[in-house]
């Protein structure tokens, strides 16, 4: 068994779980690899809003932002399984060897038995990517899709006529608004005021969202006010005025794709239209 020592005699006292530790280490290491993966199908799916490509392409991004999902839940349901033998073992020092093995196994399949669709609302990059989603899609005046899941639903196979039917909504949905687009002027007139920063008083270029209160700031300038405020040994307080979040920390600051994406847009048209 991989971690136990040759003048072992039977006694768990002679275990040595280093080997399995390191093993843990590199495993966890993957976790970078599906991060980078979501981060790409994110970056993929935004372009395909903004050029307005056809929505089967989006479902594409957002099937694979599904499986990425699906893959960090596994991932974690292992290397908790692992830790939660090691642990055990640990403490109760049994007096024969356990099939370590079959314990990960039964650990293992207990966790992934109480999977769910809820379960995806724990994945801080998949909530972003939904949420950052819709906000794009407001920005570009393209209709929202229909509560988030459906790609859930389609890998499930609940309803196999559902990615259709919504398909088919969608481009009703498009016929309806009529080519004019007199809804994206309003949206995007409307979001302007939203590409300020409260703290720096111009229009952002690295925007960060605060996942606490929603609001959202230039990244250095929020990044620089918090550092400030914990070397005096105080919490930061939302610079927004009106908002009563009176503890901004980094853990809570998230890039704000859309919004960037939604500026650099607003001001691309503003350049062509001063041509």
Do not use: W
Not at 17 to 36: D, M, R
Not at 51 to 76: C, G
Not at 165 to 174: K, M, S, T, V, W
């Amino acid at each position: 068994m991989p971690g136990r020592s040759s003048s072992n005699s039977g006694s768990t006292g002679f275990i040595s779980f280093s080997g399995v530790e390191s093993a843990l280490s590199s495993l966890k290491n993957f976790q970078n690899c599906i991060n980078i993966g979501m981060d790409t199908a994110s970056s993929v799916a935004f372009d395909l809003v903004e050029t307005q490509t056809e929505v089967s392409s989006e479902y594409s991004m957002d099937k694979a932002m599904v499986e990425f999902a699906m893959m960090d839940r596994e991932l974690n349901h292992y290397v908790k399984a692992v830790q939660s033998t090691i642990n055990h073992v640990k403490e109760e020092r049994p007096e024969n060897i356990p099939d370590l093995k079959l314990l990960v196994e039964k650990k293992f399949l207990a966790l992934q038995n109480k999977n769910s669709d809820a379960d995806f609302q724990n994945n801080e990059k998949f909530v972003q990517f939904k949420q950052q989603l819709r906000e794009l899609k407001k920005q570009s005046g393209k209709p929202k899709e229909d509560g988030g899941h459906s790609e859930v639903d389609k890998i499930k196979d609940k309803d196999a006529s559902r990615a259709g039917n919504e398909r088919d909504g969608l481009q009703a949905d498009r016929e309806a608004d009529g080519p004019e687009g007199v809804d994206e002027d309003m949206i995007v007139t409307q979001s302007q005021t939203n590409f300020i920063c409260p703290i720096t008083q111009l229009e952002m270029k690295k925007p960060v969202k605060n996942k606490v209160c929603g609001h959202t700031y230039e990244e250095e300038a929020i990044v620089r006010m918090i550092e400030s405020k914990h070397r005096r040994k105080k919490k930061a307080c939302c610079p927004k005025i009106g908002c009563g979040h009176a503890d901004v920390r980094m853990c809570d600051l998230v890039q704000d794709e859309a919004l960037r994406r939604a500026i650099e847009s607003h001001n691309k048209k503003r350049h062509r239209h001063s041509e």
